[in-house]
C-alpha cells in the first residue's frame, strides 16, 4: 500500500481530493447512523470524527514527504469544518 500511495503525483488537487472524499465517505455512513438509529440520534460530534480522519492522512503523506498533498487536505478539512459548523448554526434556528 506504501509504493501505491508514494507514486501519487504531489499535487494539491490530489489532497483536495482525498481530503473531501474521506471525510464524505464516512459522513454519509454516520448520517445514516443518525437517522435510523436510537442510540446516535443526538451524535451530531460524530460528523467532526469524520473530519479528524483527515489527520491521520496527513500524518502519513507527512511520513513520504508529500507536502502538497498535506495542503490540500488541510483545505479540504478547513472546508469540511466549515460545512460542519454552518450544519450547527442552522440546526439551532
Given at each position: 500500500?506504501?509504493?501505491?500511495?508514494?507514486?501519487?503525483?504531489?499535487?494539491?488537487?490530489?489532497?483536495?481530493?482525498?481530503?473531501?472524499?474521506?471525510p464524505l465517505a464516512l459522513s454519509s455512513v454516520a448520517w445514516?447512523?443518525?437517522?435510523?438509529?436510537?442510540?446516535?440520534?443526538?451524535?451530531?460530534?460524530?460528523?467532526?470524527?469524520?473530519?479528524?480522519?483527515?489527520?491521520?492522512?496527513?500524518?502519513?503523506?507527512?511520513?513520504?514527504?508529500?507536502?502538497?498533498?498535506?495542503?490540500?487536505?488541510v483545505s479540504a478539512t478547513f472546508?469540511?469544518?466549515?460545512?460542519?459548523?454552518?450544519?450547527?448554526?442552522?440546526?439551532?434556528?
Amino acid at each position: 500500500m506504501a509504493k501505491l500511495f508514494s507514486s501519487i503525483k504531489n499535487h494539491v488537487l490530489v489532497g483536495l481530493g482525498i481530503g473531501l472524499a474521506s471525510p464524505l465517505a464516512l459522513s454519509s455512513v454516520a448520517w445514516y447512523l443518525m437517522h435510523h438509529t436510537l442510540i446516535f440520534k443526538k451524535a451530531d460530534l460524530l460528523l467532526i470524527g469524520c473530519v479528524a480522519v483527515n489527520l491521520l492522512w496527513v500524518n502519513y503523506f507527512n511520513k513520504i514527504n508529500k507536502e502538497n498533498i498535506i495542503r490540500g487536505i488541510v483545505s479540504a478539512t478547513f472546508l469540511c469544518a466549515f460545512a460542519f459548523f454552518f450544519y450547527k448554526v442552522s440546526q439551532e434556528a
